[in-house]
């Protein structure tokens, strides 16, 4: 499933439980693909922190992602 299709599913389960209501089941898919979207979001966070070089006063180049990653 792709994250759009994700994302639509997302928003049709939304739509539903604000009219008629989910089942249990339904409110498990909800729960799960809004973890797996915000996990996604988290990843892609880091992933573009990761690759950000600081250029320094004395023009030394520190990378955030070897910097932070490691603690």
Do not use: W
Not at 1 to 24: F, W
């Amino acid at each position: 499933m792709t994250m759009d299709e994700r994302i639509a599913r997302i928003n049709e389960l939304y739509h539903k439980s604000q009219g008629v209501g989910l089942t249990p089941e339904e409110k498990e898919e909800q729960q799960r693909l809004r973890r797996e979207y915000v996990d996604s979001i988290k990843r892609n966070m880091k992933a573009q922190l990761d690759n950000i070089d600081i250029v320094e006063k004395d023009g030394s180049i520190t990378n955030l992602g070897e910097k932070y990653s490691k603690k």
